[in-house]
């Protein structure tokens, strides 16, 4: 199966400023790939598929961008609702698989 | 709107069974797949499966064999999880999650995940 792995584990960053976190699969998933949010005791939230078109609702600061084997999801100006966990899927290859998750945390 | 509700919170005893629900509203329920995934505590998500809920085939991931099924009744919108023979390991989050993409263009494979069930939680221990 495809190994996502994303970096860093925590990010601190301080509101207003950008956040630019990084999902890499172990091989080509194309364009095939999700972001979720993750808030503590809710579940994950659709952020963005096909690696880069925001869900409906989805802020504009949010944006993804990559194909192949590195994705990037930024945030361009933190707001305190955005400290969270994030999540990527790969649905290239059977099984889907998720990256291990990246905490943006309050700097 | 599209929604999954799950059933509450369980709290077993290693070897007992349990069955989770989780019901759809607000579109028709047999377009669309519906997955399975499992969150241990503090950790990552993992894709357990998921059932056609057309045809009510359902596909396991590879360490989701055997103690684990899944189920629909499409006459009341609701997919079910049931796990047999717990062990203390299977102490977690579960969430189901309907595909994206409508069953007729997924062609057997799972895509991106919208909504999610609220979760339940399932702690084992004697």
């Known amino acids: 199966e495809i190994v996502m792995t994303q970096s860093p584990a925590t990010l601190s960053v301080s509101p207003g400023e950008r956040a630019t976190l990084s999902c890499r699969a172990s091989?080509?998933?194309?364009?095939?790939l999700a972001w979720y949010q993750q808030k503590p005791g809710q579940a994950p939230r659709l952020l963005i598929y096909g690696a880069s078109t925001r869900d409906t609702g989805i802020p504009a600061r949010f944006s993804g961008s990559g194909s192949g084997t590195e994705f990037t999801l930024t945030i361009s100006s933190l707001q305190s609702e955005d400290f969270a966990v994030y999540y990527c899927q790969q649905y290239n290859n059977w099984p889907p698989t998720f990256g291990q998750g990246t905490k943006v945390e309050i700097k | 709107q599209v929604q999954l509700v799950q059933s509450g919170s369980e709290l077993k005893k290693p070897g007992a069974s349990v069955k989770v629900s989780c019901k759809a509203s607000?579109?028709?329920?047999?377009?669309?797949?519906m997955n399975w995934v499992r969150q241990a505590p503090g950790q990552g998500l993992e894709w357990m499966g998921w059932i056609n809920t057309n045809t009510g085939n359902p596909t396991y991931a590879q360490g989701f064999t055997g103690r684990f099924v899944f189920s629909l009744d499409t006459s009341v919108s609701t997919a079910y999880l049931q796990i047999s023979s717990l062990k203390a390991e299977d102490t977690a989050v579960y969430y189901c999650a309907r595909d994206r993409v409508p069953i007729t263009k997924v062609r057997g494979h799972p895509r991106w995940f919208d909504p999610w069930g609220q979760g339940t939680l399932l702690s084992v221990s004697s």
């Open positions: 091989q080509s998933v194309s364009s095939n």
């Open positions: 607000g579109y028709t329920f047999t377009t669309y797949a």
